[in-house]
């Protein structure tokens, strides 16, 4: 399958684009805080430092200044006459903290005016402090005199550090005010030009927007719509695809996958939809196959006729029964239903599944071998299910050995082992390469192109994995493949064996004056069976619908009904809701005969018991058996026998070659010039039919339907011992 490809137009990928937006993103968001840091940061570096020098410098000579002036105050009580105890060390005390600094101070950061004059201030108060402390040592020596003139030279140098400390405070103001200025002029700059880099990023979002928005948003939205659509069942649904980049890439997945999906859909559809024709094609030929296995079994019961007259009706009633078999076969795989665990055989379930394709064994030449272990555990698991996993490995496999010239051999072999019970299903084909094994059991993975669903091995296992087993595969291209099913031995409680009764004296007329109403408005069907029951000595009358049914059930009793859907003008389910309204006594005595016992619940039948139900076709013998229990059940009744059999093409071909059979030309012949006739294969007459062949005479071109040469028999090869270890009885 070739999904279409569009190219888009090549660009820029989405992962550079996303790294050149983040690029963008993180350059936006870092240059401003570079250049405020450039720009702020060195003003406010420089106010920072250069704030506590000065105010650690100016609080330094506040506090000498403070000290200087209360020893400046004693000392004048002191040279004025005015002692206290100890008045001469408290002057010593603070002379010295007022001329010495308290610790080194950063004369360095401030600037040099501020510096020289701060200088000045320092040796002014210096020099006051030492005066005064000889102030304070000449009153000790009682140099009054001295201490006068003294104490007027530190007056004055007392007035000179209030002017230098004043200047100093004065003029440190003003630098703290120089340097705050040139803060804010800085904050003002950087605010102005944030202001502008924020401007020109505002007029670039709208850009930024518009490519998001066409590379990522939209994008993004189109592949949300196209997954809801899909979820809603919706697969023709596309996404458009833009650039050449992820998102376009995954735009294309998208539409590729479904594609895909819509192409299996469409598959599936066609494949339900044969399914479904072929359950209606098998419920329609069992009408003309009971008709067919009536008339043989009628023709067996009467006593009279040649030893190869019955040999021939034998053959037509074993062929009609081999044709039954199969039809309720298909009609199981059609309509598995839900699951149903039950006790089963699983060299039963591989029979079963033989049979359903045992038609392609001789068309395609194919030699069948192997050993089933007849002492084999039962298992637990869905029969049904189980049988559509052996079909699909064995379809698989015949569709495998048609690829390869013969000798062809198919080998199923069962066995246990280590308390497992295992199945394998193998072929001498082309084999399988190894990168296609390994996503054998994947969704959709087929080997077969157009012809493969790729779903039958994946389901084929999780049906195998669902009972606690599994499906393996071994191959090698060249040397065929093996498929083995693995489960594990049953734990349920098989179901009881019913003892066979012994054989009593049957009565010469078991059904002796049981009043039977047969409706059917097939008369070969409904004849035969009419003449089986009288000859068992029922009281059979006939209705060839519902409406005759009701006006004969008006004015004779019966004892019990049989009734099938489909009629004219009434059918089965039809008069059953008649008499459920007006005689509830007599729908309790209804049989019911269908082809497909799946379509009752369709039919708007209430649920019935399951020993009321018949499916077609149905043996007399067994017919005769269900209505011996129904009346023991129902305690006597009337039995209304309602056959609805329609007639189709399908039937009347069935019916011709079933009459004609006699008449038609044995052998490979040509009846009109005797020249080897050519085989032609048709589809049902190969299928339904196997002892009638269609052949064409390439010399006078006659062509038609001759009775088939019983083949040869062939003796088969001598079944192969399971590779791997078995458990033998």
């Known amino acids: 399958m070739t999904v279409p490809r569009f190219v888009p137009a090549r660009g820029i990928s989405l992962r550079m684009l996303l790294i050149l937006l983040v690029l963008v993103g993180s350059l936006f968001g870092g240059v401003p805080s570079l250049y405020l840091g450039f720009v702020v940061g060195s003003p406010a570096f420089t106010l920072g430092s250069g704030t506590e020098a000065i105010v650690a410098l100016l609080e330094d000579l506040d506090r000498r200044h403070s000290a200087l002036d209360r020893a400046h105050g004693v000392a004048r009580s002191l040279v004025a006459g005015r002692h206290w105890p100890g008045a001469a060390g408290r002057l010593a ?64 140098l007392h007035a000179v550090v209030d002017v230098e400390m004043s200047g100093a405070a004065s003029l440190g103001r003003s630098e703290l005010i120089d340097r705050q200025r040139n803060l804010q002029a800085a904050a003002q700059e950087a605010t102005r030009d944030t202001a502008l880099w924020l401007l020109a990023g505002a007029c670039l979002v709208p850009l930024l927007v518009i490519v998001v928005r066409r590379r990522i948003w939209q994008p993004l939205a189109s592949l949300e719509q196209g997954l809801t659509k899909v979820s809603e069942g919706d697969l023709t649904a596309q996404v458009p695809v833009g650039k050449d980049d992820e998102l376009g890439r995954l735009a294309e997945h998208f539409n590729a996958m479904t594609y895909v999906l819509r192409d299996r859909a469409e598959e599936q559809g066609r494949f339900a939809a044969a399914g479904e024709l072929l359950a209606g094609i098998a419920h329609e030929v069992n009408n003309p196959l009971m008709a067919i296995a009536a008339h043989a079994e009628g023709r067996l019961a009467e006593p009279g006729g040649s030893a190869e007259q019955r040999a021939e009706m034998q053959q037509i009633l074993r062929q009609a029964q081999r044709a039954t078999k199969l039809l309720r076969g298909l009609l199981r795989f059609v309509r598995a239903g839900e699951r149903r665990v039950t006790n089963v055989n699983l060299n039963e379930i591989v029979r079963a599944a033989l049979d359903l394709v045992s038609y392609r064994f001789v068309v395609d030449e194919i030699t069948v071998s192997g050993r089933l272990d007849q002492t084999l555990p039962p298992v637990d698991a869905d029969g049904n299910r189980l049988e559509q996993v052996m079909v699909n490995l064995l379809s698989n496999a015949l569709d495998a050995l048609r690829t390869v010239r013969p000798p062809r051999v198919l080998t199923v072999d069962s066995w246990l082992e280590v308390e497992r019970v295992h199945v394998a299903v193998q072929d001498n084909g082309p084999g399988i390469a190894p990168e296609i094994a390994e996503r054998l059991f994947r969704p959709f993975a087929t080997t077969k192109g157009r012809r493969g669903t790729g ?89 060839a619908d519902g409406v005759a049914a009701l006006e004969l059930l008006n004015g004779e009793p019966v004892d019990v009904i049989l009734a099938d859907l489909r009629m004219p003008r009434l059918d089965g389910p039809g008069l059953h809701a008649r008499l459920q309204a007006t005689r509830p006594a007599l729908a309790e005595r209804m049989l019911f005969l269908s082809g497909d016992i799946t379509q009752l619940a369709g039919r708007g039948l209430a649920p019935m018991p399951r020993e009321r139900l018949l499916v077609k076709p149905v043996e007399l013998s ?85 009775r088939r040469e019983p083949p040869a028999r062939e003796e088969l090869p001598t079944p192969r011992a399971p590779s791997r270890p078995v458990t033998r009885a």
């Open 455 to 543: 779903l039958g091995l994946y389901i084929s296992r999780q049906l195998v994995r669902e009972v606690g087993g599994d499906l393996t595969v071994t191959s090698h291209p060249g040397a065929g493949a093996r498929f083995v099913v693995t489960l594990p031995i049953g734990t349920l409680a098989p179901a009881p064996i019913p003892e066979p009764a012994a054989p009593a004296a049957a009565p010469t007329y078991p059904l002796a004056g049981v009043r039977v109403l047969l409706v059917d408005d097939e008369e070969p069907i409904r004849r035969p069976i009419a003449r089986f029951l009288a000859r068992r000595g029922a009281v059979v009358t006939e209705a």
């Open 93 to 156: 005390r603070l002379a010295a903290l007022g001329s010495v600094r308290a610790a080194p101070q950063p004369y360095a950061q401030v600037n040099p005016a501020l510096r020289v004059r701060l200088g000045r201030t320092d040796e002014a108060m210096s020099q006051l402090g030492n005066m005064l402390s000889e102030i304070g040592a000449m009153v000790e020596l009682r140099r009054s005199a001295e201490a006068r003139r003294r104490l007027l030279q530190a007056d004055s």
């Open 622 to 706: 067994e017919l005769q058996h269900r209505i011996e229990e129904f009346l023991k059940g129902t305690g006597g009744g009337r039995v209304l026998i309602v056959g609805v059999l329609l007639v189709t093409v399908l039937m009347r071909y069935v019916m011709v070659g079933c009459v004609v059979y006699f008449l038609l030309p044995r052998g490979t012949l040509c009846p009109a010039c005797g020249i080897e006739m050519l085989p032609i294969r048709h589809l049902v007459l190969d299928r339904v039919f196997p002892w009638l062949q269609r052949r064409w005479c390439l010399g006078c071109g006659w062509n038609g339907v001759v």
